[in-house]
């Protein structure tokens, strides 16, 4: 399973989505910033892997490219879920839920968000609406994916270095989930996606 998505890592990990830097860099960038900052093993994984979803089907870049919305979000959630548990899987789910919400709660988060982040902002359903903010303060997710959004934020640095993939394997096999349950995937994520995010908008 960790060989499966080091695997990811080596073959799609030097693909861009519109930043300065690398996915890898941008992912390993944000567990260290997470590790640093104290966060649970769990939640350190889910920055490593957030954007994962861009290396499972690398059609979304290209549709982040074109400025629409890749929900890559959701494909890297349910992916996970085959092997890890929520601790996991809704941080992932929701850390582009999470930059809608900061940018509605927040003054000056837009602003300091990179170009793309703020190029991205409009297709991913642009700042919630008060009615969203209240909703998804109540999700027992609600602080981890602010969390894991912060370090994806900071995570944008051409010169931060970082420690190596390897690094994170042990941390990530103390995450993977008791009596994993492989099963299928559909290639739609409209149902299967709502079970993550059970309060969010009817676009899942
Ligand atoms: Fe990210």
């Known amino acids: 399973m960790i060989d499966e998505i ?22 390993l960038q944000s567990a260290a910033v997470a590790q640093s900052q104290g966060a649970s093993d769990c939640l350190v994984a889910a920055a490593l892997l957030h ?3 861009y290396f499972l089907d690398p059609a979304t870049q290209a549709i982040v490219r074109e400025g629409r919305n890749s929900e890559h979000e959701a494909l890297a959630a349910l992916w996970l879920s085959q092997y890890f548990g ?18 509605a709660a927040e003054p000056g988060y837009f602003e300091q968000l990179s170009e793309a982040s703020r190029a ?27 969390a894991l959004r912060r370090a994806d934020d900071l995570a944008k640095d051409p010169a931060m270095v970082t ?8 941390l990530l096999a103390v995450c993977l989930r008791n009596g994993m349950v492989r099963f ?19 676009k899942f």
């Open 184 to 202: 299928s995937i559909s290639t739609s994520l409209s149902a299967p996606i709502s079970a993550f995010i059970p309060f969010t908008k009817s």
């Open 120 to 146: 991205s902002l409009t297709a991913q359903g642009g700042p919630m609406a008060a009615t969203e903010t209240a909703g998804f303060e109540k999700s027992p997710y609600f602080a981890a994916a602010i």
């Open 51 to 53: 954007d994962i979803g």
């Open 86 to 103: 929520e601790d996991v899987t809704c941080p992932v789910a929701l850390h582009v839920e999470a930059k809608r919400y900061l940018c």
């Open 6 to 27: 080091f695997a990811l890592f080596e073959r799609f990990g030097s693909k861009r989505y519109g930043e300065d830097i690398s996915l890898e860099r941008h992912m």
């Open 163 to 170: 420690p190596p993939l390897e690094h994170f394997r042990a």
